[in-house]
């Protein structure tokens, strides 16, 4: 079954300290991955997919398929990252293709 | 239109009524997903559209929800005779043919069941 994980609900970091918010996952396939963010007030938002390999806003995430792991990252955290951060995975599951999400995790970005 | 499109934006109704949610996504994004978001907690799958395939209702936690969708166009999210713990917010999302562009999400629906 697919299963996405994030462990943490809650991440306090400094400014300009690095940033990790971590995302396992459980698919048999081979899955396409997501970050979404939501901002305070506004609505979810894409935020990078591991297709297409890119960097937004500075964040950077790698698919290691021997960890089942997509963690997010960025060098030097911004009070404007703060926000609500969700992985997600799309595949084929028993009820045919889907998205699921995990269950987030809040950042906190503190000057 | 320019995005995914959401109504009512917030919706209050009494405990036993029934409730209809409206989404409009993006024009020619054949892909269609309703979630739900209690407070505090993650995303939830509801029901997935795509094209003229039948629906994944997979999601659906009970006989009191339903979606519709008509062709590649607006969806509608019916909740009958909503309880106290229906109330979240209900967002949906729609996505061109490949899912692997990601999803472009409305504003979604809060919903309070009193």
């Known amino acids: 079954a697919q299963r996405v994980t994030q462990p943490e609900k809650l991440l306090s970091v400094f400014k300009g300290a690095p940033v990790e918010l971590k995302c396992n996952y459980s698919?048999?396939?081979?899955?396409?991955l997501f970050w979404y963010v939501q901002y305070s007030r506004q609505r979810l938002q894409l935020l990078l997919r591991h297709i297409s390999r890119e960097s937004i806003k500075g964040f950077t995430a790698d698919l290691n398929k021997g960890e089942t792991s997509f963690h997010l990252k960025k060098p030097f955290a911004q009070e404007e990252d703060s926000a609500m951060y969700y992985c997600a995975l799309s595949g084929l599951g028993a009820g045919g293709f889907k998205t699921i999400f995990g269950a987030g995790t809040r950042l906190f970005v503190k000057a | 239109g320019a995005g995914v499109s959401q109504s009512p934006s917030n919706k209050v109704t009494e405990k036993g009524k029934d409730v209809e949610l409206r989404c409009d996504p993006i024009?020619?994004?054949?892909?269609l997903y309703w979630y739900r978001q209690r407070l505090g907690q993650g995303l939830e799958f509801l029901i997935y559209?795509?094209?003229?395939?039948?629906?994944?209702k997979s999601g659906l936690p009970s006989d009191r929800f339903s979606a519709e969708r008509t062709g590649e166009s607006v969806s509608t999210l019916t909740i009958q005779r909503t309880q106290q713990e229906d109330s979240a917010v209900y967002l949906c999302?729609?996505?061109?043919?490949?899912?692997?562009?990601?999803?472009?999400f409305g504003s979604g629906t809060r919903l309070t069941v009193v």
């Open positions: 999302a729609s996505s061109p043919q490949t899912e692997a562009y990601g999803y472009t």
């Open positions: 559209f795509q094209g003229n395939s039948a629906p994944d």
């Open positions: 024009s020619g994004h054949t892909a």
């Open positions: 698919y048999s396939g081979s899955p396409e």
